[in-house]
């Protein structure tokens, strides 16, 4: 395992929103201007949160930012018949917001639903891409096991009787049951951490606006292809750091990228789903080498 980083001092995180569009996007942002930049994407059910610790390790080196998805943490979240969730519509955030900042190019951490956000920013922007960063994120039919049959179910049969069936994934045993599930030590985990994803989830017409993005999942399995052919021509750096015990997106997952990508580095980790709330300190290590090797990181 690399040394450990020394959290940088002079960088403190701003936590700020902006307008994009008719939503009040939330984001993370930290560390100075002209630094390399580091695209932080999250998963589900959390929100920039969950690189809370890491941004604190990686500003200096790097400018982090992390932004909140519509529905998603603090940012606006329409009823969901008044905007339509899809991976699509999360993207085309994400994109304003890099607009807004203007950020010219970045290397981005994507995971669970930041995988197929930014790997459609990717094929929209390809010139902005410098490296990816992928913990537990899917882009091969390899990734979709056991944990997505209910689901898969739904995308094959959209009744409401199949609707219904998943939507315990938004309980709070669900939940809680994300961060524990492959983890060897749990009190490691803190609780806080699906305590307050939990209460995102709770809000009044939450739990509708989960059900469609289960729903529109679908929408990138034929995006596979796509995703692979933007490896294969821009091939570019790539560091993975998986957390190998994951139900949901299960270590299988991980080696099919190495059929695509060149330079790449992968790290199977002792541990579940949310990698960064027992692996923080070694995968902002691994993230600072890597890119540091590659050009990227700015002493």
């Given amino acids: 395992m690399p040394t450990i980083l020394e959290v940088p001092k002079d960088y403190p995180v701003h936590y700020s929103t902006a307008k994009i569009g008719n939503l009040d996007v939330f984001y993370r942002d930290a560390g100075p201007k002209d630094a390399p930049v580091l695209l932080l994407l999250h998963g589900f059910p959390t929100s920039s949160n969950m690189f809370r610790n890491l941004i604190s390790r990686l500003a200096g080196a790097f400018r982090v930012v992390a932004p909140d998805y519509p529905g998603f943490g603090l940012t606006t979240m329409p009823d969901h018949k008044e905007f339509s969730y899809t991976f699509e519509n ?16 970045y290397s981005m951490y994507v995971m669970d639903y930041g995988a197929p956000i930014g790997y459609r920013l990717a094929l929209r922007h390809p010139e902005r891409v410098q490296a990816l960063i992928i913990q537990n994120g899917n882009a091969y039919d390899e990734g979709l096991l056991e944990f997505w049959d209910p689901i898969k179910k739904y995308w094959n049969e959209p009744t409401p009787e199949n609707r219904e069936a998943i939507r315990f994934l938004v309980d709070p045993k669900s939940t809680r049951w994300q961060y524990e599930n492959g983890a060897n030590d749990t009190s490691l985990l803190d609780p806080t951490t699906w305590m307050l994803d939990q ?13 469609d993005l289960f729903y529109d999942y679908r929408t990138n399995v034929p ?9 294969r021509k821009l091939q570019p750096p790539t560091l993975i750091v998986w957390g190998k015990n994951d139900f949901i997106f299960p270590a299988a997952g991980a080696p099919p990228y190495s059929r695509d990508l060149k330079n790449i580095e992968t790290h199977m980790l002792d541990t579940g789903h949310f990698a960064l709330e027992t692996h923080c300190d070694e995968i902002a290590s691994r993230i600072h080498g890597f890119l540091n090797k590659n050009g990227i990181a700015r002493d």
């Fill in 199 to 211: 209460l995102g989830l709770d809000r009044p017409g939450n739990d509708e606006i989960q059900l």
């Fill in 90 to 105: 999360l993207m085309n955030v994400v994109d304003g917001l890099v607009q807004h900042l203007d950020l010219k190019q």
């Fill in 223 to 231: 995006l596979y292809p796509a995703f692979q052919e933007f490896f």
